[in-house]
């Protein structure tokens, strides 16, 4: 009990005195995840929009594989980026290993097939809808997952807040490839690791409650936003 | 698997943002190995706060930067075997020494000791306190059946861990899972579980005066030889890794085996103790 | 009405079209030839095929065998395809205002519009909720959106499918008001509806299908007074059709 208590003030201390080590690794935190949420929306949506308007052999398969992935351990996905980002791999050359870049990779990818999956669900049912009235006034392939794309984007905002929710949670992918070194690649859940791995639980439970607040102020923004374009 | 031409054109693309989210990322991070010193290193030293120490002045002295990555012997030894490592800092001497005889690293050099203890809970229902040497100590748990908690990660604490057993002629396989417990987890991971569950362990010192949970649990046993705890520190051979800095990682070495690294880790205390004591033959 | 200007999508001629789908024949030997302007209603039994042959006009799909032809061009031209427009019982809007609603058929870039989006929405008398979600409207009002949004790429063609067939009789009149204003633009109309007075009020010339079959392509007056067969007669009297049971 007293842990938690110490949490709160822990907590309530660090954002107090605006703590730079911890604004460093909530801004690189931030920056991680929204970028690699960006990339995989800017990704994942046509994709998914141009699989649910598509018509293809082998559809049902990308779908079982799509929400397979959906699954996939971040861990895994770590370490097979690792492999490939190692100065031994295969793009050893780009120098991305243990930088905020390869975390944005890794995190893009994990990201992706939710996005990917969920949009491909939205845009199917309103597709059963639409396609009538788009075919009937031409409206070609791109057209359409265009259209589709920005009457779902309420519904989208969701899917990109789903797919941010799993970036800047997750710990297993960012440790391997970002190797959670300090002032470059440690961000809040890396950091929240660390604290527990040296005993340090209530500075670790604090940092769990500032990083639950970040993704409070994000869906609320993302929230107030959404009560505005509603249409 | 048949494709039909309708598919191409959406290969095409995730082949072209695939690219373009490399370039990205390129860009983002204008190649930060040129002027930093990539060390993968044991925990302990990390999370003990050494380098938070030493780190700056010599980051400010040769106007550069070092990265750490802190993760098990084990790993950081396969790690630098893949070229991910300009220093190779670790305990685990066969391991290392097996290392350089690969042609993975050059010359291995002693930086610095401390020594393992055994921590277990106060009330020591194995009477570990009591034993003279860590054979006996841990004989002691084995006729008790008492929960030991096992790294159970290739790490250089697991390596000694395995040692001790072997050198008590008790074999430990055939007992995983049942009081002996590997966790397959970091030292920090390990020690936390060892609280949760009243159990002993094998943990370096400087490791365990840093970690902050201890609650009832105390060292037991200290101060026998075979609890010696050697680290060492190998530059990554550029032969075979052509990325490796060598140039500012060999500077990173002398430093740190020399007067002024030697000095200040001999200076270094946590709450009042000394973590690591300096023997670099210089 | 004003009949100066020549359809260029005139005559329509169809050749022997036929359909079949998961082994049922929906359609088969449609010959038609319409030269008329004006609307065109389609009438027959649910099953009879009207939906489907609306769509063929449309080249929303394609006949097994046959040929459908638009003033001499291919039903698959694109010159033809652009110059026609389809309102759908159910209408489908986009999850827009009432104005994107306009703007976004307006955009396209086959559109030919005549009227603007301010005279569209006068049209339709839709100013007033001219910002509002297109979904939030009532049925009817909905209904007449969907209308002047297919009207807004300048069509020759209109199709319109059952497009009354939910609305109550104001939002009905309303409709019927846009189809004569559509009319008398010279935009030929090819309407599918079971409202047998509207099509009295409405047709040029009617086609009766029956079966996927032609059972009469004929001008309204004669269709609606003189039936040819025992079966339009039947259809035109509203008596309902044999059921399978009775037959037995």
Request: overall charge neutral.
């Amino acid at each position: 009990m007293q842990d938690f208590r110490q949490s709160f003030s822990h907590a309530a201390q660090l954002i107090a005195d605006l703590d730079p080590t911890l604004i460093e690794i909530v801004l690189l935190s931030l920056k991680v995840s929204l970028t690699a949420t960006l990339l995989a929306c800017v990704i994942g949506m046509p994709l998914g929009a141009l699989l649910a308007t598509r018509r293809f052999f082998g559809k049902w398969l990308v779908s079982v594989v799509l929400n397979t992935l959906m699954g996939m351990p971040p861990v895994v996905l770590g370490l097979l980026f690792y492999m490939v980002l190692s100065a031994s791999g295969p793009l050893g050359w780009l120098q991305l290993l243990y930088t905020p870049g390869a975390m944005i990779i890794v995190q893009t990818f994990l990201v992706l097939p939710i996005v990917t999956a969920l949009t491909k669900q939205i845009i199917e049912d309103a597709w059963s809808e639409y396609q009538p009235l788009l075919q009937s006034l031409r409206v070609g392939k791109w057209g359409s997952a265009q259209t589709l794309l920005w009457d779902m984007r309420t519904s989208l905002l969701t899917v990109a807040l789903a797919g941010f929710a799993r970036a800047i949670s997750e710990v297993g992918a960012v440790i391997v490839v970002g190797g959670n070194i300090n002032h470059l690649t440690r961000v809040m859940t890396t950091a929240i690791a660390l604290e527990t791995s040296k005993g340090e639980l209530a500075l670790a439970l604090a940092l769990g409650m500032i990083l639950l607040l970040i993704a409070l102020t994000v869906n609320a923004l993302v929230f107030s936003t959404r009560q505005r374009v509603t249409v | 698997m048949k494709t039909i031409n309708s598919t191409t054109p959406m290969s095409s693309l995730v082949k072209f943002t695939l690219v373009q989210v490399l370039m990205l990322c390129t860009l983002l991070n204008p190649a930060v190995a040129d002027n930093a010193v990539l060390v993968q290193s044991t925990t302990s030293t990390a999370n003990s706060g050494l380098y938070d120490y030493l780190l700056p002045i010599f980051e400010k002295k040769h106007d550069t930067r070092v990265h750490v990555v802190a993760v098990g012997t084990g790993q950081a030894i396969r790690n630098a075997g893949n070229c991910d490592a300009d220093v190779l800092l670790v305990h685990a001497k066969s391991a290392e020494e097996k290392f350089v005889n690969d042609g993975f690293g050059i010359s291995r050099q002693d930086l610095m000791y401390n020594d393992f203890v055994i921590v277990g809970p106060s009330s020591d229902p194995a009477g570990v306190a009591n034993a003279e040497s860590a054979s006996e100590a841990l004989t002691a748990i084995t006729a008790k059946q008492a929960i030991f908690a096992s790294r159970g990660d290739n790490s250089g604490t697991h390596k000694k861990e395995l040692q001790l057993w072997q050198q008590a002629n008790i074999d430990v396989e055939p007992l995983s899972g049942k009081w002996y417990r590997e966790t397959g987890s970091g030292m920090g991971a390990t020690l936390n579980i060892t609280i949760g569950m009243g159990a002993y362990t094998l943990t370096d010192r400087a490791t365990w005066i840093s970690f902050n949970n201890k609650q009832k649990h105390r060292v037991l046993l200290e101060g026998d030889d075979a609890l010696f705890n050697q680290y060492g520190i190998i530059l990554v051979n550029p032969e075979k890794c052509p990325n490796v800095n060598a140039a500012l990682a060999q500077q990173f070495i002398d430093w740190m085996t020399g007067s002024e690294g030697q000095q200040l880790i001999a200076d270094y205390q946590l709450q009042g103790k000394q973590l690591f004591y300096p023997n670099a033959n210089h | 009405m004003n009949d100066a200007r020549q359809n260029p999508l005139l005559p329509l001629e169809l050749k022997s079209v036929a359909l079949t789908i998961g082994g049922r024949p929906l359609l088969s030997g449609l010959n038609l030839k319409v030269t008329t302007p004006g609307v065109t209603t389609i009438l027959g039994h649910n099953g009879a095929g009207k939906s489907l042959l609306l769509r063929l006009l449309h080249g929303l799909g394609t006949a097994d065998t046959g040929t459908i032809t638009w003033g001499r061009q291919s039903v698959a031209a694109t010159a033809v395809k652009a110059r026609q427009a389809m309102v759908f019982q159910q209408p489908i809007l986009l999850r827009r205002s009432v104005a994107a609603n306009l703007d976004y058929v307006l955009q396209l870039p086959h559109a030919r519009p005549i009227l603007s989006r301010k005279q569209l929405l006068n049209l339709a008398s839709l100013s007033a909720v001219a910002s509002q979600p297109a979904r939030t409207l009532s049925g009817g009002e909905q209904q007449r959106l969907a209308f002047v949004r297919a009207l807004a790429t300048g069509p020759d063609i209109m199709f319109l499918d059952e497009p009354t067939a939910n609305l109550d009789p104001d939002a009905t009149q309303w409709i019927e008001d846009l189809i004569k204003n559509a009319r008398a633009k010279s935009i030929k109309i090819f309407l599918v509806t079971h409202d047998i007075g509207q099509a009295r009020r409405l047709s040029q010339d009617v086609i009766f299908l029956n079966k996927g079959r032609i059972e009469e392509h004929t001008d309204a007056a004669s269709f609606f007074h003189r039936p040819k067969s025992a079966y339009s007669q039947q259809f035109v009297n509203g008596v309902l059709p044999a059921s399978p049971q009775s037959a037995q």
